[in-house]
């Protein structure tokens, strides 16, 4: 609680942070990317996962999702500095609207044989994750769902023999016939 | 156009460059050739609309560009060459960031197949300058250069103002194409900064301002971006109202230092008035201001019972550091002009009376007071007489960063904007000097004043030389108190009056270095000399070196210390050495 001899007041965070998920819709040129990470890294925000992708080629739209972390006032921060960026048209928090649907893709590589095998693979069926590669002492299984449940059956396989795992990183939408 | 020779618009990447300048009215023009720019050297060489002023380090031209766009309200140009000439531009370019002043910095880079190679005096321009410009372009192709020029001034100088970068590399200097004048659709669609406010928003601020009985305005540096027009409507405003007013260090001269609802200065070295109206009124009107941490002292603590209004261009100065109850997104002129016209239509002057006799009860502390000395000259009153002497002219003042800075803030009252230039948000030494050159380029015939520190001069001295080049007559007046006294005074206060490496050890003779560079040097030592040398400074028409010897170990008072809160300013008549220690010593327990 003692603050060191200093110019600055240095203030201890009393509220609780809340994790958002932004979309963010960018002219896709050179450097944006960079923009938008060096944002988060100079401002020291946190980003828990970040896509992106061209998603309107005529218009040269890319959409970034990024999933980050921090106080309501953080969060609100981070959404006016994207905002303010030449380059982005839009930044909506997926959050907010309370309709958003997120997903994930991961590609799981178990090892092992006997019983874990089996498991595994029915563990997988349970999860609807596919099998796309396999051999007689492996498989890949590849997930889509949301952050909870691609955590949950990596944790599951951990024990079948776990050797790595290839995640996206989240995309959202929100629900409904408008676009953002 | 049959014939692609006799097409006007036919012209190389260099010429593209120089004629954008003139299609943007550009007069002058800050820089340093090399290598990666030279194209454009040749073709200003070939023209005589645009002045180049030729600077003797890259930073000096940034400086100057800051100081002749905070003094005209245009963009402040700046031409430099790829590596070394672009790196010394990043201190100027985080400068005008944080500062919010419009510079257009054109860099030159290596030919676009040698980047990424390590090529001689390459480096990632656009990488290094990412995050200290509003918005930077590389630009590759001679097709995208006339329309990244154009929106590299249209992204300068509109919304919250700042530094852009474009760098060009060579080949497409030298490369041909079609130029266009500047057009609407040289500008991203995704960029449209708000101009107008909020109608409900403002009805809203209106409404807190009729119902007021403690009410302050706080304005900032956006009020002096926002133009001439928005210091006018600020005065009116502050007519209208009655209510008392304050301002940051770049806010200075948008509310006149004579005029009677003033307050003076607040924060970190601001009044005691000032800052204990912030602290105890009902209604705030933040203008242009953006809650730095310098003005809020510890934010917990901030102006605990008032509403807040904030006005800003930039929706991310609202609610970072504290949080508002109307925030107003808009241009300050804008935004002032409507509440104005809500405010006299449906509202009548409110009773502040009391308001203001509490006020004047603050105001008879008397924060400001030093004690007088007639051997040594102390600074508060070199600049008090520095002020007098140049009451009446054309004056324009600059400031490196120290003490001397707050105390020329303190003691030199602006009655206009765009009259004192000073680094605020980055606080950077060695600014002031390159500064007052650019002034000077844009008010040839004004007065125009660097108040300067000691250490901080030595940063950027070289730029005399340009001031001799090209007779700007500017004036350094120098508080030498052969200290960093700033960084002395928070060791007193702070590190147990420790003065690790902050005495001003071997320096130099400034009488001597003026005439060195073929300026006019001049030296104060005791109180009876300063009016004297002070006049003969300002009739000289040549740049001065005045070297003026001040007390040495003067602190800057009054001051919130650290970790504490507007209404506990330790004050200059109760700052003997127990109170002091007291002080400082408090903040460390509290926090
Ligand atoms: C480029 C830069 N380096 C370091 C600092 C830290 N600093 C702030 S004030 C100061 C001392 C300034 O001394 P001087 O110019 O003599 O002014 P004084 O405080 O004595 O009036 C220093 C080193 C700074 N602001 N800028
Ligand atoms: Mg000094």
Redesign the interface.
């Known amino acids: 609680m003692n603050q060191p001899a200093s110019a600055y007041f240095l203030e201890e965070q009393k509220t609780p942070n809340e994790t958002h998920t932004l979309s963010v819709l960018v002219a896709n040129e050179p450097g944006v990317l960079a923009r938008v990470i060096g944002l988060f890294s100079g401002r020291g925000y946190n980003i828990d996962s970040l896509t992106v992708s061209e998603t309107e080629h005529q218009k040269h739209v890319s959409r970034i999702t990024i999933v980050t972390t921090g106080t309501p006032m953080v969060i609100q921060q981070i959404k006016h500095q994207l905002d303010r960026m030449i380059p982005v048209y839009t930044v909506v928090d997926m959050t907010l609207t309370g309709r958003s649907i997120e997903r994930e893709l991961a590609m799981v590589k178990v090892r092992g044989s006997g019983e874990p095998r089996v498991e595994a693979l029915r563990l997988a069926e349970a999860f609807r994750a596919r099998v796309i590669d396999a051999s007689t002492e492996s498989f890949v299984f590849e997930i889509t769902g949301n952050t909870t449940k691609i955590d949950q059956f990596i944790d599951l396989m951990k024990p079948l023999g776990l050797v790595e795992v290839s995640r996206t990183g989240v995309v959202a939408i929100v629900r409904g016939p408008e676009g953002m | 156009m049959s014939d692609k020779n006799h097409d006007p618009n036919q012209m190389t990447g260099a010429a593209m460059i120089v004629r954008a300048l003139k299609d943007h009215g550009v007069k002058h023009l800050f820089g340093y050739p090399g290598g990666a720019v030279l194209p454009i050297y040749d073709e200003i060489f070939q023209q005589s609309d645009v002045e180049h002023i030729l600077v003797r380090h890259e930073q000096g031209a940034g400086h100057a560009a800051e100081g002749y766009a905070r003094s005209t309200g245009k963009p402040g140009v700046v031409l430099v060459t790829s590596g070394p000439g672009a790196t010394n531009m990043v201190t100027p370019l985080t400068d005008a960031l944080m500062d919010s002043i419009p510079l257009v910095c054109i860099t030159g880079q290596v030919p676009t197949h040698l980047i990424g190679n390590d090529a001689f005096q390459e480096c990632d321009t656009?990488?290094i300058t990412?995050?200290c410009t509003?918005?930077n372009w590389?630009v590759r192709r001679i097709e995208d250069l006339p329309q990244v020029l154009h929106e590299a001034f249209y992204?300068a100088t509109t919304?919250?103002p700042g530094p852009v970068v474009v760098d060009v590399p060579k080949d497409v200097q030298f490369a041909t194409g079609t130029y266009h004048p500047p057009r609407k659709s040289d500008v991203?669609?995704?960029?449209a900064p708000r101009v107008k406010g909020d109608a409900a928003q403002i009805r809203k601020a209106v409404a807190l301002l009729a119902g007021a009985k403690r009410p302050v305005i706080y304005s900032g540096g956006g009020v002096i971006n926002a133009g001439v027009e928005a210091s006018k409507l600020l005065r009116e405003l502050v007519a209208a109202t009655g209510f008392p007013i304050t301002s940051t260090l770049m806010g200075l001269g948008a509310y006149p230092a004579t005029g009677a609802n003033w307050l003076g200065m607040l924060g970190m070295h601001g009044t005691y008035e000032a800052n204990m109206a912030m602290h105890d009124c009902d209604v705030m009107l933040c203008v242009g201001a953006r809650f730095d941490?310098r003005i809020?002292?510890?934010?917990?603590a901030f102006s605990p019972g008032s509403k807040k209004i904030h006005i800003d261009i930039?929706?991310?100065s609202?609610?970072?550091n504290i949080?508002v109850d109307v925030p107003i997104i808009g241009d300050c002129a804008n935004v002032l002009g409507d509440i104005l016209q809500v405010f006299k239509a449906e509202a009548k002057k409110p009773d502040v009376k009391a308001w203001w006799q509490q006020i004047a009860t603050w105001k008879a502390r008397n924060s400001l007071a030093y004690k007088k000395n007639n051997d040594v000259i102390l600074p508060q009153f070199a600049i008090q007489r520095l002020f007098e002497a140049t009451r009446g002219k054309d004056t324009y003042i600059t400031t490196e960063v120290g003490q001397h800075q707050m105390w020329a803030a303190q003691f030199f009252g602006f009655d206009e904007p765009h009259r004192w230039m000073t680094s605020g948000g980055l606080g950077t030494m060695g600014y002031g000097l390159p500064a007052a050159l650019g002034v000077q380029v844009a008010h040839p015939d004004a007065l125009v004043i660097d108040i300067a520190g000691d250490a901080s001069v030595q940063m950027t001295m070289q730029e005399m030389s340009t001031a001799v080049q090209y007779e700007l007559p500017i004036k350094i007046f120098i508080l030498n108190n052969q200290y960093m006294g700033m960084v002395r005074q928070?060791q007193q206060l702070?590190?147990g009056n420790r003065l690790s490496h902050s005495y001003s050890e071997a320096l130099p003779d400034f009488v001597k270095m003026a005439d060195a560079f073929g300026c006019v040097g001049l030296q104060a030592i005791k109180p009876g000399d300063l009016d004297g040398a002070i006049k003969e400074m300002i009739k000289v028409k040549k740049p001065v070196l005045f070297d003026c010897r001040v007390a040495a170990l003067e602190n800057c008072f009054p001051m919130i210390p650290?970790?504490k809160a507007h209404n506990e300013m330790l004050l200059p008549a109760e700052a003997n050495d127990e109170a002091t220690a007291a002080a400082?010593a408090g903040?460390?327990?509290?926090?």
């Open positions: 656009v990488g990412r995050p509003k918005h590389l992204v919304g919250r991203h669609v995704s960029y941490d809020t002292g510890r934010t917990d930039d929706p991310s609202i609610n970072k949080r928070w702070l590190h650290s970790g400082f903040g460390k327990a509290l926090v």
